[in-house]
């Protein structure tokens, strides 16, 4: 999660833009022609396990990844002073057999950690001052919550939707949570549920999919996260597992799949070396499936009109310094004139402390993208108004900035209601092309590495 760690976030990098063409491998020399089984595109959370397991399956592989790392949204400063490792990216995943085989395979040990029981203060963030108590029987709510997530238990699974789509999932989740009443677990929902914008607007299923059964299991029996608070272990693991096989710092220039003049699918990439032709048999699309990630594809009209309907919020993770924050304490941003008190957007969902005195971890969110100044700018103001609540706090020093998005793609409930997945989920293998990630599940590696699973099983195996 980002903020459960983000739950493990799921996955991957943006490929450049560029005008597709017909692609001549006569103009490649030998030695920049990679020949493989799966050209893996992206490298982020999804893209890493598909390529692990597909080398394990006796699958070749070549993965491209823009960053100049694997692991998307896993992000981990060390402390220049210390040497101490902090995440501020994904920070937890839930106990499942996927992950606990996954970090065995690489010999990382896990430690169970639960994301409560911090010292933490309530406050509206848009004022500075204290923010109420929760109202209600939390843990009454929370027990009908999870009778409600058990009527659809293919959920758990992705979106192998019922026909019809049952009518309360495609409720705003504000609609569902009055239908049914459980205004009393909102305020816990949406602490978990972060990044999706205005929470009480989403469309129920995807409320219910990012705090599922798992994450609930999670808040009573602990999450897990590496022994050392390092989670990009993980990933330098991989890279060295994968070895040459990964290319970093690279993007995607053109893209031609097969067809009856050619059995193979060709990727073009831009690497530090300079231009590279993957030739592959099969392609896995391990990035978001927007339109303005996927034009280097040559796209076909039922790809591009179902990748055209995603939008998507922003989500930012931030390190700062110097705040004047108390030492240990955690602040969580309640509105104190919002329906449920959820917190007012764009601005800050929490702040954490770390395991480096002084250094604190900001997670923010907003409907609309802004700069990186415009969100440091508002953490600033946000900071300095505490002082309402008491709280000496001084201008932030900042030390890290992320940028997750685009965040949680959904489609309106109208899409999912007339088969948007049905016909979405029909792209796999369509042109030779797979594709997982968080818009194919949800916004949660533990279950993308588990979506990702069960795809290499039915297709790869």
Do not use: C
């Not at 053109?254 to 831009?270: E, G």
């Not at 591009?304 to 998507?312: A, D, G, I, P, V």
């Amino acid at each position: 999660m980002l903020y459960r760690s983000l739950l493990g976030l799921a996955a991957g990098l943006q490929v450049a833009v560029a005008t597709n063409s017909t692609i001549d491998p006569a103009a490649f020399n030998k030695a920049d022609i990679i020949d493989r089984d799966v050209a893996v595109i992206g490298g982020g959370s999804a893209g890493t396990y598909a390529a692990i397991r597909l080398r394990q399956l006796n699958q070749s592989v070549a993965v491209v990844e823009k960053k100049d790392r694997l692991g998307g949204h896993t992000e981990t400063y060390v402390d220049a002073v210390t040497e101490t490792a902090v995440d501020y990216g994904v920070l937890y995943y839930e106990n499942t057999t996927v992950v606990t085989d996954y970090f065995a395979h690489f010999n990382i040990p896990l430690t169970t950690v639960f994301a409560s029981g911090h010292y933490s203060n309530r406050v509206d963030f848009t004022t500075g001052k204290p923010a109420g108590a929760p109202q209600g029987n939390q843990s009454a709510a929370l027990a009908l919550y999870a009778a409600q997530l058990q009527k659809y238990p293919y959920l758990d699974a992705g979106f192998d939707l019922p026909d019809p789509v049952p009518e309360d999932l495609l409720l705003p989740f504000e609609d569902w949570v009055k239908k049914h009443n459980l205004g009393d677990a909102v305020n816990v929902i949406t602490m978990y549920n972060q990044g999706v914008g205005n929470p009480l607007k989403q469309s129920t299923i995807y409320m219910l999919k990012y705090f599922g059964l798992e994450v609930l299991k999670g808040i009573k029996g602990g999450f897990l996260q590496t022994a050392a608070h390092d989670n990009s272990l993980l990933y330098l693991a991989a890279k060295s597992e994968l070895g040459h096989d990964v290319y970093l710092q690279s993007t995607v220039k053109a893209v031609n799949r097969s067809n009856s003049r050619n059995p193979l699918n060709y990727v073009v990439i831009n690497t530090p070396a300079g231009e590279k032709l993957i030739r592959a048999k099969r392609i896995i699309v391990a990035v978001p499936p927007k339109v303005s990630n996927l034009n280097s594809f040559d796209l076909d009209h039922t790809e591009r009109s179902l990748f055209s309907q995603f939008r998507n919020s922003y989500y930012y993770s931030i390190l700062a310094k110097n705040t004047g924050i108390p030492e240990g304490l955690t602040l969580t941003n309640r509105g104190n004139n919002t329906l449920y008190n959820t917190p007012r957007l764009p601005g800050i969902y929490t702040v954490r402390p770390t395991l480096v005195s002084g250094l604190v971890s900001i997670l923010y969110g907003s409907e609309k993208p802004l700069t990186e100044q415009q969100v440091k700018d508002d953490i600033t103001k946000s900071v300095l108004r505490l002082r309402n609540s008491g709280y000496n706090t001084t201008t932030p020093e900042y030390v890290q900035f992320s940028d997750h998005s685009p965040f949680e793609l959904v489609v309106p409930a109208n899409a999912i209601r007339d088969d948007f997945y049905k016909e979405l989920y029909g792209l796999q293998g369509h042109r030779d092309t797979f594709y997982t990630g968080a818009a194919w599940h949800v916004q949660d590696s533990s279950l993308i590495w588990r979506f990702t699973e069960s795809l290499l099983q039915k297709h790869f195996a």
